[in-house]
């Protein structure tokens, strides 16, 4: 299957632009105070617009959950109707919120949302979901525990693992170097949402850098409201966007959970209800995000959520060969520093040491081989099969970056391979 890029197919859904746009406008402002609570407003426009669709399928309906096909008419009625309780919800809220930059913001979102759309001033407004009915089992909200009463076994896990330039590190064990810039997701499924920004490094180089990352939990039941978390670079936070380090308690456990070794440039997220963590953390001047989640977890989304950079990789035409990095302005022998450098580091020629010379060539900058060495660390603590840790280099198909003295780099690389 092709993938797309999510900031530049013509058929992406345009009400998954406005999910986005709206959540990322309102994170990279100041934290809301305690008493505006306009976070809440904005996490009830997304949950009443969530079952409109969110696809960058070419087709012109949108396919709710268990539900028949919507015309696009219908779409566009149903996000009127949310927008103007947004706009009802922003108005509750006009007291407390006076003076703050993400209420506003999110005012002015709403008038522009509303002209765009074409949408009346009056009109029928979302109708909040009803809470599920019946008693949750005392284990529902623990993912572990639940599926061991079922299965009679522990969850098989999967890890996923972004870095440096960036390199993925797939649920399936593939591994690419990506040439994407902008905004992409990485998992896209019915429990959890997560989007990471890539941007041109500092210095006028050709590297990419990872600078922001979003995760979304979305509602689940009885167990979680939704939740919000944004890092970016020099701004690691341990907390969720409303400035909370804890969600979701029920019979004294907690189903999400965010703390930290170094404040600052480290998050660990635990998501007790999916069985899953999440550790983000910064390396030298980029971001990093290692994921362990369980199969069952990974795999419950529709056709329509087919842009998901750690189920396939980044898109044919976006990869980078890590095995023929581009030159160093200051010769081949720099090359042969930078395979020095990460021999000492990452003893295993394995992916992450690849990835670690190819970063140090493209940045110049040795901080950068700081990325491959967090990434195998979590991976050393995510995956159960010590054997499955390391994967071998193997040359990419996808295109490279301008590489004027390619034989004459190779060459060197091995021979002092060979001498090691």
Not at 93 to 102: K, N, P, V
Not at 112 to 120: E, G, N, V, Y
Not at 141 to 164: A, K, M, N
Not at 280 to 305: D, H
Request: positive net charge; glycine residues 8%; proline residues 6%.
């Amino acid at each position: 299957m092709e993938l797309r890029a999510a900031t530049h197919h013509p058929a992406l859904r345009w009400q998954h632009c406005i999910h986005l746009t709206l959540m990322l406008v309102q994170l990279s402002l100041p934290e809301v105070g305690a008493s505006c609570r306009i976070l809440r407003c904005n996490s009830d426009f997304v949950a009443a617009t969530l079952d409109l669709g969110s696809s960058s399928s070419s087709s012109s309906s949108a396919v709710p959950a268990g539900g028949a096909a919507l015309s696009r008419e219908a779409v566009n009625a149903g996000y009127c109707s949310a927008l103007r309780s947004y706009d009802m919800c922003t108005k509750r809220m006009a007291r407390a919120c006076r003076g703050d930059l993400a209420y506003h913001s999110a005012v002015q979102g709403i008038e522009d949302l509303l002209i765009q759309h074409r949408c009346p001033r009056a009109g029928p407004t979302a109708q909040p979901r009803p809470p599920p009915q019946g008693t949750l089992s005392g284990d529902t909200c623990l993912y572990e525990r639940s599926f061991f009463g079922r299965e009679g076994r522990t969850p098989e896990y999967l890890h996923c693992g972004v870095f440096g330039d960036p390199h993925i590190r797939t649920f399936s064990n593939e591994f690419q170097t990506c040439a994407v810039q902008g905004a992409w997701p990485l998992i896209d499924n019915e429990y959890l949402y997560v989007q990471a920004t890539s941007s041109p490094a500092r210095g006028g180089t050709s590297a990419t850098v990872l600078t922001k990352i979003t995760i979304i939990f979305k509602n689940w039941r009885q167990c979680i409201d939704q939740q919000l978390y944004q890092a970016e670079l020099d701004n690691v936070p341990a907390a969720f966007a409303d400035g909370s380090v804890w969600s979701g308690e029920r019979r004294g456990h907690r189903s999400l959970t965010v703390r930290t070794q170094s404040p600052g440039r480290h998050a660990e997220i635990r998501a007790a209800h999916i069985g899953t963590l999440l550790v983000v953390r910064q390396s030298g001047r980029s971001l990093g995000l290692s994921i362990r989640s369980p199969r069952g977890v990974v795999e419950a989304f529709g056709p329509e959520q087919d842009l998901q950079l750690c189920m396939w990789g980044c898109p044919p035409s976006q990869r980078l060969n890590t095995l023929r990095p581009p030159p160093p302005d200051s010769s081949a022998s720099a090359a042969i520093g930078a395979e020095a450098h990460c021999a000492a580091l990452l003893p295993a020629r394995d992916v992450y040491y690849q990835a670690c010379v190819f970063d140090l060539i493209t940045s110049g900058d040795l901080n950068s081989s700081t990325a491959a060495i967090s990434a195998l660390q979590d991976a050393r603590n995510m995956i159960s099969d010590r054997e499955g840790v390391h994967l071998l280099p193997v040359a990419s198909a996808g295109r490279t970056r301008p590489n004027v003295t390619l034989l004459l780099l190779l060459g060197m690389l091995g021979a002092q391979s060979s001498r090691n």
